[in-house]
């Protein structure tokens, strides 16, 4: 793992993180750990280091086994000390007084954490790892695991999603940073895709595309003709003529903030007649949420948004029928929608998930025993400087359609599956853009990511070149 310096204008903001934090806590103490590596199979062969991103937040850097304290208008780095070795193998790091100069905070060797702690009882928050945990568990005398938050620290995790919710000027600047990459990414894989070629082909032309670039994917990408899977994890198929080819994918910036998109482009370079109407009809349902984006707008209210505008689609091509207000009343477009419109974007793909509701819902809310809207991830009103992501879909899922499926059954004959069955070369479409709320509205940070129908056949045969970001 190689650490570089933060940009000025990172560094800045990091002062002004942690000096928020700590003022948000009135001067109650706070331990931010960083994680532990995770051992692939023997404890030198270790995954990929990324620090909790509660510590990225204050420190912009992932350092294993370090951790932050808050303590009034003070913020001290703890880092291990340098293993005598690590040069050998794998080169010189900077010290930890130097990475403290760096993020501008003070130090202290790691060893003296106990000592410093000794009247202290500080609040902390989970790393998503368990040795992490462990580690904090044993420092701190009591039991700390992910995805439990202990009541007394909950003041702390309350404040942390105060401060993380609104993005400040660095966090803007890295979230295009990742949204830009991951344009380059999508047309590599446009470039990628054949037919009777396996998936992997535009899997790898995506990462490479980033590892070109000293980056990697911000999650591990989803690439399937098979999309109505919703998070498939395989992208050992073959891609056919006829196909769609859905592309979850995103981008991690240096600093670690995350891009997260979804594109379904048809893999012969055209869509079909019925794959075209379908796709027409998600991007109708997507522009609809988009619009209703604002600063005071609830996210649920965008989410029945977008289910209004989908169920509107479905019933135009008779594959519904009735009245659209009590198709989505009765929560008939989850058939084919059944997850939520999206999520919080940040350092996090689902930021701050590792909190659980009390970071996507706002306090007194809770989800919907409804099927579809249960799987709700943001209800929150909207306020300029926060990000997130609107991805509606369509997707034939063999469970869901069953006859004897709870909701199918509700359906009844309101569901025309004579007509559903012209649109069977349409197993799944989804298209996921990233917002950033402003006072006028929501900024697509990923609007260079083609989308329309006619402007990915013209791609795909070679007639335009992508645009690029502004």
Same mark, same amino acid.
């Given at each position: 793992m190689t650490l570089v310096a933060p940009d000025p204008l990172t560094r800045r903001c990091l002062s002004q993180r942690r000096k928020a934090l700590g003022d948000a806590l009135d001067g109650k103490p706070a331990l931010i750990f960083a994680g532990l590596p995770r051992p692939r199979n023997y404890a030198a062969a270790a995954y990929p280091f990324r620090a909790s991103s509660h510590f990225v937040y204050l420190a912009g850097l992932s350092i294993p086994g370090a951790a932050i304290l808050l303590h009034g208008d003070r913020a001290t780095l703890f880092a291990p000390p340098h293993d005598p070795d690590h040069a050998l193998w794998h080169g010189d790091e900077p010290d930890p007084d130097e990475i403290a100069a760096w993020i501008g905070c003070h130090h202290a060797p790691l060893g003296a954490l106990p000592a410093a702690l000794a009247a202290l009882a500080p609040m902390t928050l989970p790393t998503p790892d368990l040795a992490g945990c462990a580690a904090a568990s044993r420092l701190l005398g009591r039991s700390i695991a992910p995805g439990r938050l202990d009541d007394r620290d909950r003041p702390l995790a309350l404040a942390m999603i105060c401060a993380r919710l609104i993005h400040d000027e660095a966090a803007v600047a890295h979230l295009r940073l990742a949204a830009d990459a991951a344009a380059r990414a999508f047309s590599a894989g446009l470039a990628a895709t054949r037919p009777d070629r396996p998936e992997r082909d535009v899997r790898a032309a995506m990462i490479g595309a980033l590892l070109a670039e000293g980056l990697e994917p911000s999650f591990s990408p989803i690439v399937s003709v098979h999309g109505e899977v919703l998070h498939n994890p395989s992208s050992r198929g073959v891609m056919r003529s006829g196909d769609l080819l859905l592309v979850d994918f995103g981008a991690e910036s240096e600093g670690g903030w995350a891009s997260d998109v979804t594109r379904t482009w048809p893999v012969s370079g055209r869509y079909s007649p019925t794959q075209r109407a379908i796709v027409e009809v998600v991007l109708a349902a997507q522009a609809a949420a988009i619009d209703a984006l604002a600063p005071g707008a609830r996210y649920l209210d965008v989410h029945l948004t977008a289910c209004r505008a989908l169920a509107a689609g479905l019933v =135009? !091509?008779?594959?519904?029928?009735?009245?659209?207000?009590?198709?989505?009343?009765?929560? !008939?477009?989850?058939?084919?929608?059944?997850? *939520?419109?999206?999520?919080?974007?940040?350092? =996090?793909?689902?930021?701050?998930?590792?909190?659980?509701?009390?970071?996507?819902?706002? $306090?007194?809310?809770?989800?919907?025993? $409804?099927?579809?809207?249960?799987?709700?991830?943001?209800?929150? #009103?909207?306020? @300029?400087?926060?990000?997130?992501?609107?991805?509606? *879909?369509?997707? $034939? +899922?063999?469970?869901?359609?069953?006859?004897?499926? @709870?909701?199918?059954?509700?359906?009844?004959?309101?569901? #025309?599956?004579?007509?559903?069955?012209?649109?069977?070369? +349409?197993?799944?479409?989804?298209i996921e853009d990233d917002l950033l709320i402003t006072p006028d509205g929501g900024e697509p940070l990923t609007r260079a990511i083609p989308k329309q129908i006619n402007e990915i056949e013209h791609l795909m045969a070679g007639d335009l070149q992508p645009q690029e970001a502004p």
């Open positions: =135009d !091509l008779g594959i519904l029928r009735g009245d659209v207000d009590g198709i989505v009343e009765d929560g !008939l477009h989850a058939l084919f929608l059944p997850h *939520g419109l999206g999520h919080l974007l940040g350092l =996090d793909v689902h930021d701050m998930e590792d909190l659980g509701d009390l970071a996507g819902y706002a $306090q007194g809310r809770a989800r919907s025993a $409804q099927f579809g809207l249960g799987y709700l991830r943001l209800d929150r #009103d909207l306020t @300029p400087g926060m990000a997130l992501t609107i991805e509606p *879909g369509f997707y $034939q +899922v063999p469970a869901l359609l069953a006859p004897d499926s @709870p909701l199918a059954m509700r359906a009844g004959d309101r569901l #025309d599956r004579a007509r559903l069955a012209d649109f069977a070369d +349409v197993r799944g479409v989804r």
